[in-house]
C-alpha cells in the first residue's frame, strides 16, 4: 500500500496480493476505496496491502484516514486501522500492512507482522525503509 504527496495533493493505493483467500471472480481489494486505499486532502491519505477479504471488510485505510480528520497524529490512527480489522470473521487469517500520510507530511505505517518495513521516498532524497510500528497488543 502506499500514500504520497505531490504539490499539496495526497493519494493512496495499494497493490494486489495474488489468488489466495479471494471470493470467486474478485480481483482484489486495491481499487475499493477504504479498502486498498483513502485519501482526503484536508487531513492525510493512506494505502493497505495483505489480506483483500479483511481491507474490504474492516476498510482500515478510511478509518486511518478518519482517524486524522478527528485529529489523531498517524501513528494513533494507523493503530486504529488495525484494530478495525478484529471486528471482521478470521480476523488472526493473513498479514495486513497500512501505511498513512498526514497532511503536514509525518509518515508512518503498521503491519500485522512485526518487523516489517515500509519504503518511504521524500523529495529531494533518497528511497529508503522505516520501520513499521508493531501491532498493539490487547
Known amino acids: 500500500g502506499g500514500a504520497g504527496r505531490s504539490r499539496g495533493a495526497r493519494g493512496g493505493g495499494g497493490g494486489p496480493v495474488g489468488g489466495g483467500g479471494k471470493r470467486a471472480g474478485r480481483l482484489?481489494?486495491?481499487?475499493?476505496?477504504?479498502?486498498?486505499?483513502?485519501?482526503?486532502?484536508?487531513?492525510?491519505?493512506?494505502?493497505?496491502?495483505?489480506?483483500?477479504?479483511?481491507?474490504?471488510?474492516?476498510?482500515?485505510?478510511?478509518?486511518?484516514?478518519?482517524?486524522?480528520?478527528?485529529?489523531?497524529?498517524?501513528?494513533?490512527?494507523?493503530?486504529?486501522g488495525i484494530n478495525d480489522l478484529a471486528a471482521v470473521p478470521d480476523a488472526a487469517a493473513g498479514v495486513m500492512n497500512i501505511v498513512?500520510?498526514?497532511?503536514?507530511?509525518?509518515h508512518g505505517g503498521i503491519s500485522t507482522e512485526p518487523g516489517k518495513p515500509y519504503a518511504v521516498w521524500a523529495e529531494g532524497g533518497e528511497p529508503r525503509l522505516a520501520p513499521r510500528l508493531p501491532p498493539p497488543v490487547d
Not at 100 to 105: E, I, P, Q, S, V
Open 28 to 80: 482484489g481489494g486495491t481499487p475499493v476505496p477504504g479498502a486498498g486505499w483513502w485519501a482526503d486532502s484536508r487531513f492525510g491519505a493512506a494505502g493497505c496491502t495483505g489480506f483483500g477479504e479483511r481491507s474490504i471488510q474492516a476498510q482500515p485505510a478510511r478509518g486511518v484516514v478518519e482517524a486524522m480528520a478527528r485529529g489523531a497524529d498517524v501513528e494513533a490512527a494507523l493503530a486504529r
Open 100 to 106: 498513512g500520510l498526514a497532511a503536514g507530511g509525518r
